[in-house]
C-alpha cells in the first residue's frame, strides 16, 4: 500500500501547491488514512461482512469522503 500512499500524497501535496485545495493535516498522514479507508471499506464490502456498504454505493461514498478531505467539498468534479 506505500506505493498507493506515495501516489495520494504527492497528488495532494500538487493540488495544495496549485492552490486548488486548502492546506491542513500533513498530506502523508491523510493519504495513509484515506488508502487505509478504501482498503477497509473495500474489503468490507466485496467479502459481504458487516457492517459493510451496498456494493453500488462504495465509489460514491469513497469519493466523496476523499474530495472533502482533500478540497474541503465535494463539488469538485460537479459533486455537491
Given at each position: 500500500?506505500?506505493?498507493?500512499?506515495?501516489?495520494?500524497?504527492?497528488?495532494?501535496?500538487?493540488e495544495?501547491?496549485?492552490?486548488?485545495?486548502?492546506?491542513?493535516?500533513?498530506a502523508?498522514?491523510?493519504?495513509?488514512?484515506?488508502?487505509?479507508?478504501?482498503?477497509?471499506?473495500?474489503?468490507?464490502?466485496?467479502?459481504?461482512?458487516?457492517?459493510?456498504?451496498?456494493?453500488?454505493?462504495?465509489?460514491?461514498?469513497?469519493?466523496?469522503?476523499?474530495?472533502?478531505?482533500?478540497?474541503?467539498?465535494?463539488?469538485?468534479?460537479?459533486?455537491?
Amino acid at each position: 500500500m506505500d506505493g498507493w500512499v506515495d501516489q495520494a500524497a504527492e497528488a495532494i501535496e500538487d493540488e495544495r501547491a496549485r492552490g486548488a485545495a486548502p492546506g491542513g493535516v500533513d498530506a502523508r498522514n491523510l493519504a495513509i488514512a484515506l488508502v487505509s479507508m478504501n482498503e477497509r471499506v473495500q474489503y468490507a464490502t466485496f467479502a459481504e461482512e458487516p457492517p459493510s456498504l451496498p456494493d453500488d454505493a462504495v465509489m460514491d461514498v469513497l469519493l466523496e469522503i476523499w474530495l472533502k478531505a482533500i478540497y474541503g467539498t465535494a463539488t469538485t468534479l460537479g459533486r455537491s
